[in-house]
């Protein structure tokens, strides 16, 4: 199994409050995805990284913010947490070259609830 | 822009019994690749193939092969004999060479074995 450590796994918090969440790998993998996953929209991209300090923008990218300061960690950050960001997000990595190009792998995830 | 469409959202079929998972797919790169996942009742994502668009032969996996057909942009998965085990959520997920990497996910569909 991929390397990959989600915290934390479960968290409540309220709206308007900001919420970050951290992505850990082992792996040494230069690309680092942070996805959402909601009932009828399987999984959305929010934001991915390909390398240390370097980030773009997914398709649901509203929001949120980003940072990665080392390869290992990626962080997701809801700066003003609202009730439409009730979700199961999900860190993925995966290689830039080799024969696990393009495969990514995910942790376990981390659920969600803004009251 | 790339899309991943999986029309069934819900299969239901008794054990031991085939069962073939729809994906289509629509991209205007020349080279991307297809991906299935499987997400069992425990909520992590596991990896299951990468076919690249160059490459239309059909694998098998034991149980599991796969029929990819750029004719149809299809890239169906079929389960021979399934199993409770094979209970889960899948999905079929695109990304184009050009995407750095990003996935884009069907919605899944949610297979249900009965014994």
């Known amino acids: 199994d991929a390397g990959i450590t989600q915290s934390p796994r479960h968290k409540v918090t309220e709206t308007g409050t900001p919420v970050t969440l951290r992505c850990h790998q082992t792996e040494n993998h230069r690309y680092m995805y942070w996805y959402r996953q909601d009932p009828g929209h399987g999984l959305r991209l929010i934001h991915y990284s390909y390398g240390v300090k370097d980030t773009d923008k997914g398709e649901v990218s509203d929001g949120y913010s980003v940072s990665r300061s080392k390869t290992e960690d990626f962080l997701l950050t809801l700066e003003s947490a609202t009730s439409s960001q009730t979700s199961v997000y999900f860190c993925?990595?995966?290689?830039?070259?080799?024969?696990?190009?393009?495969?990514?792998?995910f942790g376990a995830g981390t659920r969600l609830s803004v009251l | 822009a790339q899309k991943v469409t999986q029309a069934q959202t819900e299969i239901s079929v008794v054990e031991k019994e085939d069962v073939t998972l729809d994906c289509v797919y629509e991209?205007?790169?020349?080279?991307?690749?297809l991906f299935w996942y499987k997400q069992p009742p425990s909520g992590e994502l596991v990896f299951l193939i990468r076919?690249?668009?160059?490459?239309?032969q059909n694998e098998i996996s034991g149980r599991y092969s796969w029929n990819f057909q750029k004719s149809t942009s299809s890239f169906n998965f079929t389960i021979t004999a399934s199993q409770v085990v094979d209970s889960a959520v899948y999905f079929c997920a695109l990304s184009e060479a050009t995407s750095g990497s990003r996935l884009t996910f069907g919605e899944g569909t949610q297979l249900t074995v009965n014994p």
């Open positions: 993925a990595i995966s290689e830039q070259g080799g024969l696990r190009q393009n495969i990514q792998y």
């Open positions: 076919r690249n668009s160059f490459d239309e």
């Open positions: 991209t205007r790169d020349t080279t991307y690749y």
